[in-house]
């Protein structure tokens, strides 16, 4: 059996999409337990409503404390052999756990993912790997190999959701209560747990883009990422020294990104100068060769201060429409 655990709070505008593509898996031994974190609108009757409805979903109410408790007191009720998760704005292809397993059990992997595509508003999407959708390949890894890819995000990413685990994945492993960015946190624990991991290269998981989603316009969130990657940093260090600079190229990388979000305004004009004081000495030899052209640029560009950077990025941004 493969148990479905899906965090629900205030989304009864996207809920039905998403438990009707669960019920609707060509896979049929599968259970979903839907977990209320305290939702103040009508997303907990919704989800009573659906266990009424079919017997494979169980609810779960809880007191609001959040996705990663939500997703913990799901890992502890749930009977299957292999866990899944699902945001409960998003929706799954309806072969997407039927593929993942039967995967799974072939290969004796104790990951299996698939590839996941944003969907946003007036249909855009864009795919984590950059490689679909004009083809990309399967890839086996072992447990190193998959703590490198999940660096690149792009086809083992920062998210648990576009991926099934051998249960034994969490005998250790939970999600930690009120951190920021809680899938970037746990993912490199889970696969430190796993000997075999799979990436599978078709889409079956679709991510809602939201308005109120990403860190785009989040503000001070991108200064706790920044934190969270520091600590993300320290542990390849120290758990996996073999990928230390790969792991200081991601971090630089996730630094210019978080310039890139806070442009515009004096608020954060201190801490983005300290930024980028910490992106010139974290660019060292090792790591700027590493980077990626148009990063090497913004480095450059950072030399000569934020305002050469800042009206650089607004100049490409227009010219790319974002």
Known sequence: MVSVIVPVYKTEKYLDQCVSSLTAQTLRD??????????????????????????????????????????????EAAKGEYIGFMDSDDWAEPDMYASLLSLAEESGADI??????????NGRTKYFDPELPRGSRRLILNREQ????????????????D???????????RFTPDVFLE?????PRCLAAAELVIYEPR????????PDSGLHNAGEKNFLFIEQSLHRLEYYREHFPALSREAAVNHVTNCIACLCNTRGGQTFRPRREELRRQILRDADGDTYPR?????????TLLRF??????????????????
């Open 203 to 210: 889409v079956l998981y679709h991510y809602r883009v939201r």
């Open 183 to 187: 899938d970037f946190d746990i993912m």
């Open 305 to 322: 201060g934020l305002i050469p950077f800042d009206a650089a990025l607004g100049f490409y941004q227009k010219t790319r429409g974002l």
């Open 146 to 161: 998959a703590e490198e890819e999940l660096l690149r995000n792009t086809k083992i990413t920062n998210s648990v959701w």
């Open 112 to 121: 299996v993912a698939g590839a996941a595509v944003l969907n946003g508003k």
């Open 30 to 75: 599968l259970e979903i337990l839907l977990i209320d974190d305290g939702s103040p609108n009508n997303s907990g009757a919704m989800c009573d409503t659906w266990a009424a409805r079919d017997g494979r979903v169980r609810v779960f109410h809880t007191a609001n404390g959040g996705i990663s408790r939500a997703r913990n007191v799901g890992l």
């Open 163 to 173: 991926k099934l685990y051998r249960r034994g994945i969490f005998e250790h492993v």
């Open 291 to 299: 980077l990626t052209d148009l990063n090497r640029l913004a480095v």
